[in-house]
Protein backbone atom coordinates (compact mmCIF):
# COMPACT_ATOMS: atom_id res chain seq x y z
CA UNK A 1 0.00 0.00 0.00
CA UNK A 2 1.11 3.48 -0.45
CA UNK A 3 0.23 6.70 -0.59
CA UNK A 4 0.76 9.35 -4.21
CA UNK A 5 -0.25 12.77 -4.90
CA UNK A 6 -0.58 14.82 -7.41
CA UNK A 7 -1.81 18.39 -7.85
CA UNK A 8 -2.93 20.82 -10.87
CA UNK A 9 -4.37 18.55 -13.03
CA UNK A 10 -6.41 21.64 -14.98
CA UNK A 11 -8.53 19.66 -16.30
CA UNK A 12 -10.24 22.18 -18.86
CA UNK A 13 -7.59 21.39 -21.06
CA UNK A 14 -8.68 18.12 -23.40
CA UNK A 15 -4.85 16.44 -23.23
CA UNK A 16 -5.03 16.40 -19.69
CA UNK A 17 -8.37 15.00 -19.25
CA UNK A 18 -7.43 12.00 -21.92
CA UNK A 19 -4.22 11.34 -20.66
CA UNK A 20 -6.14 11.06 -16.79
CA UNK A 21 -8.33 8.42 -18.48
CA UNK A 22 -4.66 6.79 -19.13
CA UNK A 23 -3.60 6.33 -15.71
CA UNK A 24 -3.42 2.34 -14.40
CA UNK A 25 -5.52 1.36 -11.25
CA UNK A 26 -4.32 1.03 -8.04
CA UNK A 27 -6.86 -0.42 -6.07
CA UNK A 28 -4.56 -0.82 -2.83
CA UNK A 29 -3.34 2.33 -2.95
CA UNK A 30 -4.45 5.85 -1.77
CA UNK A 31 -4.28 9.54 -3.44
CA UNK A 32 -4.15 13.08 -2.82
CA UNK A 33 -5.86 15.20 -5.21
CA UNK A 34 -3.76 18.73 -4.46
CA UNK A 35 -6.02 21.49 -5.79
CA UNK A 36 -7.00 23.01 -9.24
CA UNK A 37 -8.49 19.91 -10.39
CA UNK A 38 -10.27 22.31 -12.71
CA UNK A 39 -12.72 25.49 -12.92
CA UNK A 40 -16.24 23.75 -13.15
CA UNK A 41 -18.13 21.48 -11.19
CA UNK A 42 -18.09 19.00 -14.10
CA UNK A 43 -14.33 19.52 -14.00
CA UNK A 44 -14.09 17.78 -10.38
CA UNK A 45 -16.75 15.09 -11.40
CA UNK A 46 -14.66 14.08 -14.39
CA UNK A 47 -11.98 13.24 -12.05
CA UNK A 48 -13.48 11.38 -9.60
CA UNK A 49 -15.61 9.34 -11.90
CA UNK A 50 -11.98 8.34 -13.36
CA UNK A 51 -10.41 8.19 -10.21
CA UNK A 52 -12.39 6.85 -6.97
CA UNK A 53 -12.49 3.33 -9.12
CA UNK A 54 -8.80 2.76 -9.57
CA UNK A 55 -7.68 4.27 -5.97
CA UNK A 56 -8.66 2.55 -2.74
CA UNK A 57 -9.17 6.06 -1.17
CA UNK A 58 -9.30 9.71 -2.51
CA UNK A 59 -8.04 12.96 -0.33
CA UNK A 60 -8.71 16.20 -2.44
CA UNK A 61 -8.27 19.85 -1.46
CA UNK A 62 -9.15 22.69 -3.30
CA UNK A 63 -6.76 25.15 -5.17
CA UNK A 64 -7.77 28.58 -6.71
CA UNK A 65 -8.69 27.48 -10.15
CA UNK A 66 -11.21 25.51 -8.17
CA UNK A 67 -13.26 27.97 -6.68
CA UNK A 68 -13.53 30.58 -9.68
CA UNK A 69 -16.84 31.36 -10.76
CA UNK A 70 -16.90 31.83 -14.47
CA UNK A 71 -19.19 33.69 -16.39
CA UNK A 72 -20.41 30.63 -18.38
CA UNK A 73 -20.87 28.31 -14.95
CA UNK A 74 -24.36 26.61 -14.65
CA UNK A 75 -23.48 27.14 -10.91
CA UNK A 76 -24.21 30.53 -9.37
CA UNK A 77 -22.26 29.38 -5.97
CA UNK A 78 -19.53 32.02 -5.01
CA UNK A 79 -17.01 31.88 -2.66
CA UNK A 80 -17.58 29.79 0.42
CA UNK A 81 -20.38 28.48 -0.78
CA UNK A 82 -18.86 27.36 -3.77
CA UNK A 83 -16.54 25.37 -1.25
CA UNK A 84 -19.20 23.75 0.36
CA UNK A 85 -20.55 22.37 -2.65
CA UNK A 86 -17.56 21.21 -3.98
CA UNK A 87 -17.17 19.22 -0.51
CA UNK A 88 -20.16 17.92 -0.83
CA UNK A 89 -19.71 16.80 -4.59
CA UNK A 90 -16.41 14.66 -3.19
CA UNK A 91 -18.38 13.46 -0.32
CA UNK A 92 -20.80 12.03 -2.39
CA UNK A 93 -17.88 10.02 -3.93
CA UNK A 94 -16.38 8.52 -0.48
CA UNK A 95 -13.05 11.10 -0.78
CA UNK A 96 -12.10 12.94 1.88
CA UNK A 97 -11.74 16.62 2.38
CA UNK A 98 -10.40 19.46 4.50
CA UNK A 99 -13.70 19.26 6.46
CA UNK A 100 -13.91 15.55 7.41
CA UNK A 101 -11.80 14.29 10.67
CA UNK A 102 -8.24 13.91 9.83
CA UNK A 103 -8.09 10.07 8.74
CA UNK A 104 -4.83 8.10 10.10
CA UNK A 105 -2.81 6.19 7.63
CA UNK A 106 -3.24 2.47 7.52
CA UNK A 107 0.26 1.45 7.47
CA UNK A 108 3.28 1.86 9.59
CA UNK A 109 6.41 3.81 9.00
CA UNK A 110 9.75 3.14 10.47
CA UNK A 111 10.15 2.27 13.69
CA UNK A 112 6.45 1.83 14.08
CA UNK A 113 5.90 5.33 13.40
CA UNK A 114 1.80 6.18 12.65
CA UNK A 115 1.08 8.97 10.62
CA UNK A 116 -2.15 10.92 10.05
CA UNK A 117 -2.89 12.64 6.80
CA UNK A 118 -4.37 16.58 7.56
CA UNK A 119 -5.94 17.87 4.29
CA UNK A 120 -5.98 21.46 4.63
CA UNK A 121 -7.58 24.76 2.49
CA UNK A 122 -5.98 27.93 3.59
CA UNK A 123 -6.07 30.31 0.79
CA UNK A 124 -3.23 33.19 0.37
CA UNK A 125 -3.07 36.70 2.36
CA UNK A 126 -0.77 38.77 0.16
CA UNK A 127 1.96 38.43 2.80
CA UNK A 128 4.62 36.69 0.57
CA UNK A 129 6.09 40.34 -0.30
CA UNK A 130 8.61 42.24 0.44
CA UNK A 131 8.59 44.41 3.85
CA UNK A 132 8.87 47.28 2.54
CA UNK A 133 5.60 46.74 0.36
CA UNK A 134 2.35 47.73 2.82
CA UNK A 135 -0.46 45.36 2.62
CA UNK A 136 -2.68 47.25 0.86
CA UNK A 137 -0.35 47.85 -2.08
CA UNK A 138 0.98 44.25 -2.81
CA UNK A 139 -1.61 43.95 -6.00
CA UNK A 140 -0.64 46.94 -7.20
CA UNK A 141 3.23 46.15 -6.73
CA UNK A 142 2.69 42.80 -8.37
CA UNK A 143 0.96 44.55 -11.76
CA UNK A 144 3.56 46.70 -11.77
CA UNK A 145 5.61 44.09 -13.55
CA UNK A 146 3.13 42.87 -15.66
CA UNK A 147 1.50 40.39 -13.47
CA UNK A 148 -2.32 39.92 -12.34
CA UNK A 149 -3.73 36.83 -10.97
CA UNK A 150 -7.14 35.90 -12.24
CA UNK A 151 -8.39 35.12 -8.90
CA UNK A 152 -8.54 38.82 -8.54
CA UNK A 153 -11.40 38.73 -10.83
CA UNK A 154 -12.68 34.63 -10.20
CA UNK A 155 -11.95 33.80 -6.62
CA UNK A 156 -14.70 35.55 -4.91
CA UNK A 157 -14.52 35.57 -1.50
CA UNK A 158 -18.40 36.03 0.29
CA UNK A 159 -19.57 35.80 2.85
CA UNK A 160 -15.85 37.41 3.78
CA UNK A 161 -15.22 40.75 3.57
CA UNK A 162 -11.68 39.91 1.63
CA UNK A 163 -9.47 37.30 0.65
CA UNK A 164 -7.90 37.61 3.66
CA UNK A 165 -10.46 37.63 5.95
CA UNK A 166 -11.24 34.42 4.45
CA UNK A 167 -7.15 32.89 4.69
CA UNK A 168 -7.65 34.30 8.54
CA UNK A 169 -10.34 32.02 9.07
CA UNK A 170 -9.46 29.26 7.55
CA UNK A 171 -5.76 29.39 9.28
CA UNK A 172 -7.69 29.99 12.87
CA UNK A 173 -10.08 26.61 12.01
CA UNK A 174 -6.81 24.54 10.93
CA UNK A 175 -4.61 25.65 13.68
CA UNK A 176 -7.01 24.36 16.26
CA UNK A 177 -7.77 21.10 14.31
CA UNK A 178 -3.83 21.11 13.69
CA UNK A 179 -2.93 21.14 17.59
CA UNK A 180 -5.69 18.36 18.43
CA UNK A 181 -3.82 15.95 15.90
CA UNK A 182 -0.04 16.79 16.69
CA UNK A 183 -1.12 16.26 20.36
CA UNK A 184 -2.20 12.19 19.20
CA UNK A 185 1.56 11.51 18.86
CA UNK A 186 1.12 11.07 15.42
CA UNK A 187 3.56 12.65 12.75
CA UNK A 188 1.21 14.46 10.05
CA UNK A 189 0.93 14.63 6.40
CA UNK A 190 0.26 18.64 5.64
CA UNK A 191 -1.55 18.66 2.26
CA UNK A 192 -2.67 22.24 1.11
CA UNK A 193 -2.56 23.98 -2.20
CA UNK A 194 -0.81 26.71 -1.54
CA UNK A 195 3.05 26.28 0.08
CA UNK A 196 3.18 26.77 3.48
CA UNK A 197 6.82 28.24 3.37
CA UNK A 198 7.68 31.47 1.34
CA UNK A 199 11.32 30.29 0.57
CA UNK A 200 9.48 27.42 -1.78
CA UNK A 201 8.65 29.92 -4.14
CA UNK A 202 10.48 30.52 -6.71
CA UNK A 203 9.58 31.78 -9.99
CA UNK A 204 11.80 33.29 -11.88
CA UNK A 205 9.41 34.76 -14.67
CA UNK A 206 6.90 35.87 -13.01
CA UNK A 207 8.28 36.45 -9.00
CA UNK A 208 5.86 38.68 -8.15
CA UNK A 209 3.27 36.28 -8.29
CA UNK A 210 4.27 35.53 -4.76
CA UNK A 211 1.64 37.50 -3.14
CA UNK A 212 -1.02 34.63 -4.26
CA UNK A 213 1.11 31.57 -3.30
CA UNK A 214 0.39 31.14 0.50
CA UNK A 215 0.74 32.93 3.66
CA UNK A 216 3.91 33.63 6.03
CA UNK A 217 2.09 32.41 8.93
CA UNK A 218 2.31 29.00 8.15
CA UNK A 219 5.98 29.21 7.94
CA UNK A 220 6.86 26.67 10.81
CA UNK A 221 3.73 24.46 11.05
CA UNK A 222 5.82 21.62 9.56
CA UNK A 223 7.64 21.65 12.86
CA UNK A 224 4.85 23.14 15.13
CA UNK A 225 2.83 20.48 14.17
CA UNK A 226 5.00 17.39 13.80
CA UNK A 227 4.85 16.98 10.22
CA UNK A 228 6.80 14.23 8.16
CA UNK A 229 5.70 15.62 5.23
CA UNK A 230 4.56 18.76 3.56
CA UNK A 231 2.37 18.03 0.13
CA UNK A 232 1.30 21.13 -2.03
CA UNK A 233 1.11 22.24 -5.57
CA UNK A 234 0.22 25.29 -7.55
CA UNK A 235 3.52 26.06 -8.58
CA UNK A 236 3.69 23.65 -11.50
CA UNK A 237 7.31 22.84 -10.15
CA UNK A 238 7.56 19.92 -9.22
CA UNK A 239 10.23 19.34 -6.99
CA UNK A 240 11.13 18.29 -3.65
CA UNK A 241 12.88 20.20 -0.66
CA UNK A 242 13.67 19.55 3.19
CA UNK A 243 13.55 22.19 5.79
CA UNK A 244 13.95 21.25 9.54
CA UNK A 245 14.85 18.21 8.30
CA UNK A 246 10.82 17.54 7.07
CA UNK A 247 10.12 16.55 3.04
CA UNK A 248 8.43 19.25 1.13
CA UNK A 249 6.31 18.01 -1.75
CA UNK A 250 5.71 20.14 -5.05
CA UNK A 251 3.31 17.84 -6.54
CA UNK A 252 1.28 19.65 -9.86
CA UNK A 253 0.99 18.25 -12.92
CA UNK A 254 0.29 21.40 -14.96
CA UNK A 255 -0.69 22.94 -17.73
CA UNK A 256 0.06 20.90 -20.78
CA UNK A 257 3.05 22.92 -21.33
CA UNK A 258 4.58 21.73 -17.96
CA UNK A 259 4.29 17.89 -18.38
CA UNK A 260 5.46 15.78 -20.92
CA UNK A 261 2.50 13.48 -22.48
CA UNK A 262 4.94 10.58 -23.73
CA UNK A 263 5.30 9.70 -20.01
CA UNK A 264 1.94 9.61 -19.37
CA UNK A 265 0.50 10.95 -15.93
CA UNK A 266 1.81 7.58 -13.81
CA UNK A 267 4.92 9.09 -14.13
CA UNK A 268 4.07 12.19 -12.48
CA UNK A 269 2.41 10.70 -9.45
CA UNK A 270 4.53 11.61 -6.41
CA UNK A 271 5.34 9.02 -3.21
CA UNK A 272 4.07 10.19 -0.03
CA UNK A 273 4.09 6.88 2.02
CA UNK A 274 6.14 4.57 2.35
CA UNK A 275 8.91 7.28 2.53
CA UNK A 276 11.79 5.86 0.19
CA UNK A 277 15.16 5.20 1.88
CA UNK A 278 17.11 8.11 -0.31
CA UNK A 279 14.63 10.46 1.39
CA UNK A 280 14.86 9.14 5.22
CA UNK A 281 18.43 9.51 5.13
CA UNK A 282 18.10 13.13 4.54
CA UNK A 283 15.79 14.30 7.51
Not at 108 to 120: D, K
Not at 131 to 153: F, H, K, L, N, R
Request: a negative charge.
Amino acid sequence: MKLFALGDLHLANRSNREALVELPAQPEDWLILAGDVGETEAHLRFALETLVPRFKQLLWVPGNHDLWTLATDPSPLKGEAKYLRLVEICRSFGVLTPEDPYPRWPGLGPSGRRYRLAPLFLLYDYTFRPDDVPAQEAVSWASESGVMCSDEILLHYHPHPSREAWCAARLTLSERRLEAAAASGDELILINHWPLREDLVHLRRIPRFSIWCGSKATEDWHTRFNAAVVVHGHLHIKNTHFRDGVRFEEVSLGYPRDWNRHRGVAFYLRQILPEPETWLAER
